[in-house]
């Protein structure tokens, strides 16, 4: 039988001004066989607060980097609307809002961060492993690059005659060693690169058309009408609301396309809806920490008429918005005629994708 529980934190602030009226509901329902879900709607409240807020209904902790702290991250104030969602989802909610990864620490508290670093708060352990191919110094570099999130602190990586040696946390002894085995093997498997996709169903639509002359009105008009997970950036908020928007019935999955017509780059992102000011450098994406997003993979490539090299540039001419992605890598392996690509799932389908239709994979 399921067992469930229910905690409600509830608070009401006032601020300097009568309209600055905040109240916050959050809860959590565990279940055996379920994730925890939250539901918390946050306005004019900084980055700081909501996190305890998460905290306190989740039963976790939230980890400030010193890099937020200096960022003046109490100072913040994002629009958070939650509505029975999965915990795994509010983090990329709440990350998204601060501008800033999450990733899980191995205390089981969640680490929040602008660096591409690790927040590594366990002991390190040494490892020694003799490595066959000749070319291992040459890999030195690579090896350093793809594990330098886990290279934190005295955290370090040697080769030296045909032997590697490492100091690292757990988790970075195991992608250490997975990556080795990656380059080793002649054939190394591909792994299973199936993930989630939350979008929501087709079918689903906004109960009826919204009208709004503010951007807070749009977003909360938009939360009781279907949207359950909704993270709006500060720097959105803070623009003048030119003119009153009217945004007809629609599905969810055009809310998006609905709302550029006003200056607001959205998107679905691990099923939150996720809003930010359209600018050029302005990119919506998931806010797990890159080095938990990825995944290795070695391809053999057949590279008769093109040279590797040239099926390199070729990728990076094609998909140039990958290479501007902190979780992408792309690298050429001549010594066994192969690519190894370091990047989330869906992107590794993507290259896998345009090399199958070239006829070199």
């Excluded at 006032?14 to 066989?33: E, M, R, V, Y």
């Excluded at 609301?241 to 629609?250: D, E, G, H, Q, V």
Aim: net charge neutral.
């Amino acid at each position: 039988m399921a067992l469930s529980a229910q905690r409600t934190l509830s608070a009401t602030l006032k601020g300097w001004l009568p309209c600055f009226l905040l109240i916050l509901t959050a809860h959590q329902t565990f279940c055996f066989a379920a994730e925890a879900r939250i539901s918390l709607a946050a306005q004019d409240m900084n980055g700081m607060s909501i996190a305890a807020v998460f905290s306190e209904s989740t039963q976790g902790n939230y980890i400030f980097g010193h890099d937020l702290i200096q960022n003046n991250i109490q100072n913040t104030q994002p629009l958070l609307l939650l509505r029975d969602i999965p915990i795994t989802q509010a983090k990329q909610a709440l990350a998204f809002s601060l501008n800033c990864w999450w990733s899980p620490r191995p205390d089981g508290t969640v680490f929040l961060s602008q660096s591409n670093k690790l927040s590594v708060n366990t002991a390190l352990s040494n490892s020694v492993r003799s490595y066959g191919p000749e070319n291992g110094s040459a890999m030195l570099p690579l090896v350093r690059q793809l594990l330098e999130p886990w290279l934190v602190d005295q955290a370090s990586i040697d080769y030296m005659g045909h032997t590697w040696s490492a100091t690292l946390s757990p988790e970075g002894l195991q992608h250490f060693h997975n990556i080795l085995a990656c380059l080793e093997s002649p054939k190394h498997p591909i792994p299973m690169l199936a993930e989630a996709i939350h979008l929501p169903s087709q079918q689903a639509h906004t109960t009826s058309a919204l009208y709004a002359d503010s951007w807070n009105e749009l977003f909360i008009n938009l939360h009781r009408k279907g949207c359950a997970g909704i993270s709006v950036r500060p720097q959105l908020l803070r623009q003048p609301f030119s003119a009153p928007i009217t945004i007809p019935k629609c599905t969810l999955r055009d809310i998006p396309r609905h709302l550029q017509k006003v200056g607001v780059q959205a998107a679905w992102i691990h099923g939150i809806l996720c809003c930010d000011l359209a600018t050029e450098n302005t990119q919506l994406c998931s806010h797990t920490h890159p080095a938990w997003q990825r995944v290795i993979v070695r391809l053999p490539v057949l590279s008769d008429p093109l040279t590797l090299a040239t099926i390199h540039a070729q990728i990076s001419q094609r998909h140039q918005d990958l290479f501007s992605q902190p979780d992408f890598a792309l690298y050429a392996l001549a010594h066994n005629n192969s690519l190894l690509i370091a990047a989330p799932p869906h992107d590794v389908k993507r290259i896998i994708t345009w090399l199958e239709q070239k006829g070199l994979e």
